[in-house]
């Protein structure tokens, strides 16, 4: 069965930089491609951008370019998201999450790493 | 690229139907069939509901349907269940900015 498994909690001090992984199983893992999504406590969904696993291409949100690399090891099917330069405000859950083959048919989610930002 | 805009929350009592409105703009919702919607339960992953404007995963129950008029996609719970109360979120494709949530509602089962 198809399964996204993440990193475990971050502390980081502000100004540092964070690196979540998401590793994925079950299913042949350059077919599809990988999201980011956060989520601030108390707040809503946010897209932070999309890892092309078929060759290491990434789009990001527009928000987010020049803080944000996503990277992927195929021969390990894992994903990285590094968030550098962090602020209080990027104090997040953030999440993995597969597509189908559809556009936002995203029915695999990792389960969640929480990084806190604070000095 | 703002979020799509949806209602802060919505209630129904339970067997009534409840619909969520997802406004987005010509150049998003309006432009692509490209909607999805997604439950929220407090601390829990997202999952997926719909898909494509009107398509369920499976597993999905049939009493969750999704539409789509303009630049506004709705979803339909009818026939709602205790175990539907949570935060839902839309989401569409947007040339500009690739993908674009929705800014949530939360739905109460009275």
């Known amino acids: 069965q198809v399964q996204l498994v993440q990193s475990g909690a971050e502390a980081k001090e502000p100004g540092a930089s964070v690196k979540v992984s998401c590793k994925a199983s079950?299913?042949?893992?350059?077919?599809?491609?990988i999201h980011w999504v956060r989520q601030a406590p108390g707040l809503g969904l946010e897209w932070m951008g999309i890892?092309?696993?078929?060759?290491?291409?990434?789009r990001l949100a527009q928000k987010f370019q020049g803080r944000v690399t996503m990277t992927r090891d195929a021969s390990t099917g894992t994903v990285y998201m590094e968030l550098s330069r962090l602020r209080s405000e990027d104090t997040a859950i953030y999440y993995c999450?597969?597509?189908?083959?559809?556009?936002?048919?995203?029915?695999?989610w990792g389960q969640g790493t929480l990084v806190t930002v604070s000095s | 690229q703002s979020a799509l805009t949806q209602p802060p929350s919505t209630s129904g009592s339970p067997g009534q139907s409840v619909t969520i409105s997802c406004t987005g703009t010509?150049?998003?919702?309006?432009?692509?069939?490209?909607v999805s919607w997604f439950q929220q339960h407090p601390g829990k992953v997202p999952k997926l509901m719909i898909y494509?404007?009107?398509k369920r995963p499976s597993g999905v129950p049939d009493r969750f349907s999704g539409s789509k008029s303009g630049n506004t996609a709705s979803l339909t719970v009818s026939g709602l269940q205790a175990e539907d109360e949570a935060d839902y979120y839309c989401?569409?494709?947007?040339?500009?900015?690739?993908?674009?949530f929705g800014t949530g509602t939360k739905v109460t089962v009275l």
């Open positions: 999450t597969r597509d189908g083959g559809h556009w936002g048919d995203n029915e695999y």
């Open positions: 079950g299913y042949t893992f350059t077919n599809y491609k």
């Open positions: 890892s092309n696993t078929g060759d290491d291409g990434s």
């Open positions: 010509s150049s998003d919702v309006g432009a692509y069939n490209h």
């Open positions: 494509e404007v009107n």
């Open positions: 989401s569409t494709y947007a040339a500009s900015t690739y993908y674009v």
